[in-house]
């Protein structure tokens, strides 16, 4: 049982490029959440799912975009990547009964 | 919305002594849960303790604790018996209504000293 696994662990994009965070977890959780956390802050939520098909916008959202085509994974993608996108970005899963989430190790991603 | 709020952006303790870090928060909502998340230098996200709105018994977990006023809106974290493996920074989190979002306070960085 890995729990939430995100890859890769670090990344540097240049301005204007476009990549996919993943995440995936192995619990069986309906609810999946992004989150960013910039520097000397709290998470701040992104985007999130209630389940496979089902996905809504967080806190912020602007440059961004997800999908969830199935329970185990919810890929993450920004397009047109800006500096105001330098941060940490982590997934964080739950079941419908608990409300306890389980956070990945998190994604370091810097925009230069 | 739901705000959180930490007010203690850094505090340090000695070893073994306790420690108590702040947290308010605002919200409507009647029926809500909240919690304290661990985040070390490796960044992963531990959660420590939480509480739910409607227990008045506060909620404890070995050396953590909290003192839980739902009136006055606060939730503080008692570490005691402060160790090393305690250094690190400490979010505050509301989690409300039925959607389990969670909204975090800016955090706590705690050092503990030798």
């Known amino acids: 049982n890995a729990g939430v696994t995100q890859t890769p662990k670090f990344r540097i994009l240049k301005i204007g490029q476009s990549m996919t965070l993943q995440c995936t977890q192995d619990?069986?959780?309906?609810?999946m959440y992004w989150y960013r956390q910039d520097p000397g802050m709290g998470l701040k939520l992104i985007y999130y799912?209630?389940?496979?098909?089902?996905?809504d916008k967080g806190e912020v959202p602007n440059g961004y975009n997800v999908s969830r085509s199935t329970t185990e994974d919810f890929p993450l993608r920004l397009e047109l990547a800006a500096p105001s996108q330098t941060s940490v970005y982590f997934c964080?899963?739950?079941?419908?009964?608990?409300?306890?989430?389980?956070f990945g190790p998190g994604t370091r991603l810097t925009v230069t | 919305a739901q705000t959180v709020t930490q007010s203690q952006p850094e505090m340090s303790v000695q070893e073994a002594e306790t420690v108590t870090l702040s947290c308010t928060y605002d919200?409507?909502?009647?029926?809500?849960?909240l919690f304290w998340y661990k985040q070390p230098p490796s960044r992963q996200m531990i959660l420590v303790i939480r509480?739910?709105?409607?227990?008045?018994q506060n909620a404890t977990e070995n050396r953590f604790s909290v003192n839980f006023q739902k009136a006055a809106k606060s939730f503080s974290l008692k570490i005691s018996d402060s160790q090393l493996g305690d250094t690190a920074m400490y979010f505050c989190a509301f989690m409300g209504g039925s959607n389990y979002k969670l909204t975090f306070g800016k955090g706590t960085l705690l050092t503990v000293n030798p």
């Open positions: 509480q739910e709105a409607y227990k008045q």
């Open positions: 619990m069986n959780h309906n609810y």
């Open positions: 964080a899963s739950n079941s419908d009964r608990v409300y306890e989430q389980y």
């Open positions: 799912s209630v389940g496979a098909g089902i996905t």
């Open positions: 919200t409507s909502e009647s029926n809500y849960y």
